[in-house]
């Protein structure tokens, strides 16, 4: 990350504004000045994390998969290194619990296929297979079924090496790619994440290639006599028995393959997947795309020095993190539009004067990064003008409604010396996300009406959520931005608060697609019904103030652990306290009228107290736990950005109260929206 100029920081540490306001009931047992001394640790803090471009990206950690692949597409490619084989096998170990396993998100439990893939990449360092780190991996393989109970995609890799057979893996023609969209399964019936890993690996598939294997993995199978056990069909009247039955159909299609038809898709294949790189060489700013893109066109003839190769491989230099101590590992994405939006919010939140510098540098660089260009979704809405942001640096092809909503907050709270131009692309990202309004009202992510059940049942899609029905927390951040700008009458944003309310959670929470999970739903819904003109009297308020009041830690923090996905019942609202999930409760609550400005509630005051209590030294929180979300329980994620910008927007909200926008034209108006 680049050095942000001395100029941006002032002359001294950052202080918010102090204010007279009178102290509620139950603050007098912390120091007054606590809260502000926090709230302006954590601001100078965040504010020495710009780039000198203006943007914000805090490291996107995940778990050891993509450090694996890594390693096993430059074996494949035959350009794996000592030296990056070394730092990333270090890496790798470091993550390796005292069981032998790896897990997919810190504290979580240990994961079949996560472990297997990490066991073959340190094998393929030159781990000794009687080393204790490796008995005991391989150990836990076999008593969780061996390779043959892992997932699909782990199978997928080991076959580019012959550790699995093809003919054992399910089965996706490359004539997907000719399906018009109004046909069930055709590519636009997927999710944007798993269409540009779908098409890639149907060539892959095609080919089915296989590398020389540089070992056997003959201790990873359950009986090494036996590696591939028959699995019995699922019944024929089930959804599972039926499109088990359609794979072996299509098995025997891949043997008679009218070949000029299967050379034509094939074909067809490659030029979608050319055409959707990105500018940075990267597929949709992604790993599993750009892994498989590359393996796809590699073997369709591109060599390593053509330029669609060279650019794709040079995009994982950008997403390789390198630790002090010399180890390496591989972010699965970048999130700058994101953290710079989100950056953005909490510093004007926090009190930092709406034409500060360093904000009109952030505002700046979110204008240059708006997409014009018509990308994926207008399959879905072929007249809707361009105009929205994506989350990564490079990404012009999917651009998504959340991170667009948000970027719209953070314009309109800055005064920006050029206002006009602010207002256009606002107009813009407003009539775009407008334009993808799902016809149930609500919002997905990337598509529009993006919600057929069909995509989930094959068994090629055992990886995560292959499809983009719309969530809460999309809707809600849409419903927030549409208030802000003066929409909250619309009737569009009217039927985005309908579909929110019928969604509540019995027990008053809201389900979190993109985050962690009931906390961060209910989170993000409360202050945006509050935006919209919801009274905090409301019972549906109510019923969400009351389950955040009950799923307070006895430390006065919230968390909420990964496995909430899984098990609701026990998880839901329940984990160790995080800064980022505390902050997440104290925006809903501070949203529904808990608190400094309105009832003095003693949930509100803990909370503060646990950041206050718990913050670092340097400003910020430790926050080694997973609060980000990628596919729900499948892949986690933790945004070490999170752990920042949330607690100085909660910490802003209870010191100086509401939200701060700029109307049009430039003139502030703190507080205007509420």
């Not at 393929?124 to 150990?139: E, F, N, Q, S, T």
């Not at 009217?494 to 979190?512: P, T, V, Y």
């Not at 819904?525 to 308020?541: K, M, N, Q, R, T």
Request: net charge negative.
């Amino acid at each position: 990350m680049g050095d942000r100029p001395p100029a941006l920081l002032g002359a001294g540490r950052w202080q918010p504004e102090d204010t007279d306001r009178p102290r509620p009931a139950g603050e007098a047992d912390r120091q007054p000045g606590d809260a502000r001394e926090a709230l302006a640790r954590a601001t100078t803090h965040l504010l020495s994390l710009q780039s000198s471009e203006g943007w914000w990206k805090g490291d996107l950690e995940t778990n050891v998969t993509m450090d694996a692949e890594d390693l096993l597409l430059r074996q494949f490619l035959g350009i794996r290194t000592e030296e990056q084989t070394r730092a990333t096998a270090q890496w790798i170990r470091s993550q390796q619990r005292e069981d032998g396993t790896w897990a997919t998100f810190h504290g979580g439990p240990a994961e079949l296929s996560t472990t297997v893939e990490a066991y073959v990449a340190l094998k393929l360092a030159g781990d000794d297979p009687d080393d204790p780190h490796m008995l005991a991996a391989a150990r836990y393989v076999r008593s969780a079924g061996g390779i043959a109970a892992a997932r699909v995609f782990t199978r997928i890799w080991l076959a580019l090496f012959g550790w699995w057979p093809w003919e054992r893996l399910p089965e996706m023609p490359p004539e997907i790619i000719f399906l018009p969209k109004w046909l069930p399964l055709n590519i636009y019936a997927f999710g944007c994440w798993a269409r540009q890993t779908i098409v890639p690996l149907t060539v892959v598939s095609a080919h089915r290639p296989v590398r020389p294997a540089p070992f056997a993995l003959t201790e990873l199978h359950t009986d090494p006599d036996h590696p591939y056990p028959d699995r019995p069909l699922a019944p024929a009247t089930s959804w599972d028995g039926l499109f088990e039955r359609l794979d072996k159909v299509l098995h025997a299609y891949h043997r008679r393959a009218f070949r000029p038809l299967r050379r034509l898709a094939v074909a067809q294949a490659c030029r979608w997947i050319v055409e959707r790189q990105e500018a940075d060489g990267c597929w949709g700013g992604i790993q599993p795309p750009a892994v498989y893109s590359l393996i796809a066109l590699h073997l369709e003839g591109y060599e390593l020095e053509h330029p669609v190769m060279k650019a794709g491989l040079a995009s994982f230099d950008r997403f390789t993190v390198h630790t002090e101590d010399g180890m390496r590992w591989m972010e699965a994405c970048q999130s700058p539009v994101w953290d710079t939006c989100l950056a953005t919010i909490a510093l004007v939140d926090a009190g930092l004067p709406a034409d500060h510098p360093a904000l009109v540098s952030a505002v700046d660089w979110m204008l240059g990064e708006e997409i014009r260009k018509r990308g994926d979704w207008a399959v879905q809405r072929p007249d809707l003008p361009a105009g929205g942001w994506a989350f990564e640096f490079e990404n012009e092809t999917y651009p998504d409604i959340d991170d667009t909503a948000e970027v719209v907050l953070a314009l309109r709270r800055v005064a920006h010396p050029d206002p006009a131009r602010v207002d256009a692309a606002v107009d813009r990202g407003v009539l775009w996300n407008l334009g993808m309004q799902s016809k149930n009202g609500a919002w997905g992510a990337f598509d529009v009406d993006n919600t057929s059940l069909l995509p989930n049942k094959l068994p090629f899609c055992d990886f995560g959520e292959v499809v983009d029905p719309p969530s809460a927390d999309v809707t809600a951040h849409v419903v927030e931005m549409l208030a802000e700008t003066g929409r909250a009458r619309d009737p569009r944003t009217r039927r985005g608060i309908e579909w929110l309310l019928r969604n509540q959670e019995a027990d008053g929470s809201w389900f979190g697609r993109w985050g962690t999970n009931y906390i961060y739903g209910t989170g993000s819904v409360l202050p945006a019904l509050v935006a919209a003109g919801v009274p905090d009297e409301h019972p549906a308020i109510r019923r969400a103030v009351r389950w955040l009041e009950d799923r307070q830690n006895t430390d006065g923090g919230w968390g909420e652990d990964m496995r909430s996905y899984e098990d609701p019942a026990r998880w839901a609202g329940r984990g160790e306290s995080t800064a980022s999930q505390t902050a997440w409760a104290l925006m809903a609550l501070l949203a529904a009228g808990e608190g400094p400005e309105g009832r003095a509630n003693p949930a509100v005051e803990r909370g503060v107290d646990w950041l206050v209590r718990t913050q670092l030294p340097e400003g910020t929180w430790d926050e080694p736990q997973f609060t980000g979300t990628g596919f729900p329980w499948d892949f986690s994620i933790n945004y070490h950005l999170y752990r920042l910008v949330f607690p100085v927007t909660a910490l802003g909200r209870y010191l100086n109260g509401a939200p701060g926008m700029v109307k049009p034209g430039g003139t502030p108006a703190i507080g205007a929206a509420r």
